[in-house]
């Protein structure tokens, strides 16, 4: 039997995440749920697996008042499928931040950008002199990326902040990000707003959004999209791609 995936995030005040810790725990666990469950006191990020109806409940559960009191009510959640377990165990850490960058200096919560959604975004790729950014690490361009993207040659993504503070707000055009969900985008784009970047555009829900959103024979992407759990890489409708090797990648 197939299983559900969801990639998740928000960004919403968790003053409380230590001892949210627990709850969100004992909720994966008592629905079979498998993946990596990250909390910060900026939000959550994460991605698991269960079966539909485990998904669904979980879901449900982060949208009610049982365990974060309705604050996750602007979740950004893809999901995809699973012919095998993406995940072999579950885990559900504290972390200062929900995404690693600069140990929380730069807050979603002031602002990040404009957001497109996906099937807008071909129109905004033709746009000229616009400045098109890949905010994913080097080994993750390097199975897929669209049409005309900067590489940055990322190692990690906090080296996002090195490219940024090569570049003058003044001078530069309009500038759009991408990564796989958003999450980077929206820490990347907050960080660029900071500078004084007057106008940056964000992929709403990412790279996943697109290639389930956009018909193949529409789009502007070229390869796979890298899934940090053992699918390796999906494609055009959130398809697995089993001809990625975990040994060729990283």
């Known amino acids: 039997m197939p299983h559900t995936v969801a990639a998740l995030y928000q960004f919403t ?19 079979g749920i498998t993946g990596t469950l990250l909390l910060a006191g900026e939000g959550i990020n994460g991605t698991v ?24 009510d602007d979740l950004e959640c893809k999901l995809s499928t699973a012919e095998g377990p993406p995940f072999r165990r579950l885990k559900v850490k504290l972390k ?3 995404v690693t960058f600069d140990n929380g200096a730069t807050d979603p919560a002031r602002g990040t950008g404009t957001n ?9 790729l033709g746009r000229p002199d616009l400045l098109l950014v890949d905010t994913r690490n080097a080994f993750e361009v390097a199975l897929g990326t669209f049409e005309g993207a900067v590489d940055l040659g990322l190692k990690t993504f906090g080296d996002f902040r090195a490219f940024a503070d ?18 980077r985008c929206e820490k990347a784009g907050a960080y660029l707003k900071g500078r004084g970047f007057a106008t940056v ?13 956009v018909p193949e024979a529409e789009s502007r992407w070229t390869g796979d999209c890298f899934v940090f759990d053992d699918r390796i890489a ?3 409708g959130l398809v697995e791609r ?9």
């Not at 949210?20 to 008592?30: E, F, V």
């Not at 555009?201 to 959103?213: N, V």
Request: aromatic share 6%.
């Open 166 to 183: 090569a570049l003058d707000p003044a001078t530069m055009p309009e500038v759009a990000l991408f990564c796989t969900g958003g999450i």
């Open 49 to 72: 697996a269960g079966s539909a109806e485990a998904i669904q409940s979980f879901l449900s559960e982060l949208n009610s008042e049982n365990v974060f009191g309705g604050r996750l």
């Open 234 to 236: 999906l494609g055009h």
């Open 242 to 250: 089993p001809d990625h090797p975990p040994e060729a990648l990283r």
């Open 201 to 213: 555009h964000l992929l709403k829900g990412g790279i996943l959004k697109y290639l389930e959103t």
């Open 116 to 124: 497109v959604a996906p099937e807008d975004w071909n129109a905004l």
């Open 13 to 31: 005040p968790l003053p409380d995440a230590a001892a949210l810790q627990a709850p969100l725990q004992a909720l994966c666990a008592r629905l």
């Open 96 to 98: 200062s931040e929900i």
